[in-house]
């Protein structure tokens, strides 16, 4: 293949990438003006911290540590991109098996549906983006909290944040592959995951305060080093004692470790589910009766 070709090739893919996430985009916010929409990805991320605030103060009473909460706090900021990417990636089959039925020309298309299912991801990536920002201002200007990002940390910032987004949206093809073979109520599942993520990754607890079985579930998922990554960054301390030993730099090489593993299995669980969905004609079958 020439350079020529290729340059064209990826010039192709490249827009219709643009354009997937430009149409995630619009089916985000296409359900009411722009300024409502604004408020809404505004207001809820500050809701949700101020219910944490109000746990944390309720629990801890006079015991409240400022350290603790501002480890709590970093990675509940963080963790926003999670939460609301799973969910929005995990309804992308169904929304377009059930709702435009618009997946088998999707499937058919050259770029096919795991590009589109990335691309729809990181359109609601780039938007909750924003409420992290706003969480974690609210933090500094409203709770005091104390984050310190000097600039030879930013290169490490923004690898670990990389990271943990490119594993999100692995996550995300995983969860759509197994979608294809599940009914509408099959939505609820990407809420669960991303609970047992929550518990599991250190976000409130630190894994070492896990049972066993779970403790080793923790460890083996990138999301708990993405997480430490950011406390060591902004906060300069761990939450996790296991993981006190680890360098910042044996963090990173972890969480780059699993997230590579992550996308794999992501990929493959996608292509042979995608496959079982087809062979079985499930692909473009509707279950909403």
């Known amino acids: 293949m020439t350079t020529l ?45 101020l219910i944490l605030v109000v746990m944390y103060h309720v629990v801890r009473g006079a015991n409240f540590d400022p350290a603790m909460f501002a480890q709590i706090y970093v990675a509940n900021a963080f963790f926003i991109i999670v939460l609301q990417s799973l969910i929005v990636i995990g309804s992308v089959v169904f929304e377009d ?3 435009y039925e618009m997946i088998r020309y999707v499937y058919l298309a050259p770029m096919g549906l795991g590009p589109y299912i990335v691309a729809r991801g990181a359109s609601h990536v780039t938007a909750t983006s924003a409420s992290v920002v706003l969480t974690l201002l609210m933090g500094v200007l409203g709770f005091g909290l104390q984050l310190h990002l000097h600039w030879l940390g930013v290169p490490y ?24 073979l599940l009914a509408h109520h099959g939505m609820l599942m990407p809420e669960g995951v991303s609970g047992v993520l929550y518990l599991c990754c250190g976000v409130v607890f630190s894994i070492d305060m896990l049972p066993g079985p779970l403790a080793t579930i923790g460890r083996l998922m990138p999301w708990t080093y993405w997480l430490e990554g950011f406390r060591r960054v902004f906060l300069g ?5 296991s993981l006190a030993s680890l360098t910042d730099g044996a963090i990173l090489l972890r969480l780059t470790g699993l997230t590579a593993v992550t996308c794999v299995v992501g990929w493959m669980t996608l292509m042979g589910a995608q496959g079982i969905a087809v062979a079985r004609g499930k692909l473009d079958e509707k279950t909403d009766h």
């Not at 944040?161 to 759509?176: D, E, F, Q, R, Y």
């Not at 301390?237 to 004692?241: D, K, L, M, R, Y």
């Open 237 to 241: 301390s761990t939450f996790n004692p």
């Open 5 to 49: 070709a290729l340059k064209d090739r990826f010039s192709t893919r490249a827009r219709a990438f643009w354009a997937a996430t430009r149409l995630g985009w619009a089916i985000e916010s296409n359900w009411t003006d722009p300024f409502v929409f604004l408020t809404y990805q505004v207001v809820r991320p500050l809701f949700g911290a």
């Open 97 to 99: 098996r059930e709702r």
């Open 157 to 180: 910032f923004v690898a670990t944040l990389l990271l943990g987004i490119v594993a999100t949206l692995a996550l995300g093809l995983m969860l759509s592959g197994m979608t294809m």
